[in-house]
């Protein structure tokens, strides 16, 4: 809804008229101290005006802000066309960037799928060498090699002394995106913090992991803000 100059001046002149009936009633009630109807009339009369007086404060910032919106949107072609180099460029780098994002979304997409691809291998052929261990009669206790399938189904093997345990490929991606987050992101983003847990499992469960995997080159992140408390003060 559009409010015109006209609108603002008749609600505040209507205010102006109700705060001139509220200080006649004071001065009526000044006059007769002790009557009811004069206080009556006097606090509606200030209530009146009180109200209207807000009605009025209220419309002359709306239509401000109105006529605010009016000179801006009629010098925006002008503006546009003033920073057309800088439309242009924010385009032309914004695109770029769109591009190398898609292309690294992809590429980290396909090494998911790389990383599943492996996962599904590793559990078949850990399951196979368990399978034929075990047939030989070799368990996973009694000697350097040997295979074990637990009544849960869990696999174990072990070949000249090396163990080998069933790998949770899902763990293992939020491992890595735990790592790259903490160190390209910040440490105390939302996932660093919220993956601790299960990534801790897949350090426990493939301690070599870390090691054989090498850690993403940390940025330098400014120190969080200190909270201190009122004895701190």
């Known amino acids: 809804m559009n409010i015109s ?45 009180a109200q209207l007086r807000a009605n009025a404060r209220e419309l002359r910032l709306a239509w401000e802000r109105q006529v605010e919106e009016e000179k801006r949107r009629a010098s925006r072609p002008e503006l546009e066309k003033a920073a057309t180099a800088e439309i242009r460029a924010a385009g032309r780098d914004m695109d770029v960037r769109w591009k190398a994002l898609v292309a690294a979304v992809s590429a980290a997409q396909g090494a998911l799928v790389a990383l599943a691809d492996a996962g599904v291998a590793y559990e078949e052929t850990l399951a196979g060498h368990v399978d034929a261990l075990a047939a030989a009669g070799l368990d996973f206790n009694g000697g350097d090699s040997g295979g074990e399938r637990s009544v849960l189904g869990t696999d174990r093997l072990k070949v000249k002394g090396r163990e080998f345990h069933p790998v949770d490929v899902g763990g293992v991606a939020m491992w890595a995106l735990r790592r790259v987050v903490e160190a390209r992101l910040s440490p105390y983003h939302p996932l660093a913090v919220g993956l601790e847990w299960q990534c801790l499992a897949v350090d426990q469960s493939h301690p070599e992991l870390s090691k054989q995997v090498k850690a993403p080159t940390a940025k330098a992140f400014p120190e969080p803000p200190r909270l201190v408390n009122a004895y701190q003060a």
């Open 5 to 49: 100059e006209e609108q603002v001046q008749q609600a505040e002149a209507k205010a102006a008229a109700a705060e001139g009936e509220r200080d006649a009633t004071a001065r009526g009630l000044e006059s007769s101290p002790y009557s009811d109807v004069a206080s009556m009339k006097h606090s509606e009369a200030s209530r009146l005006a």
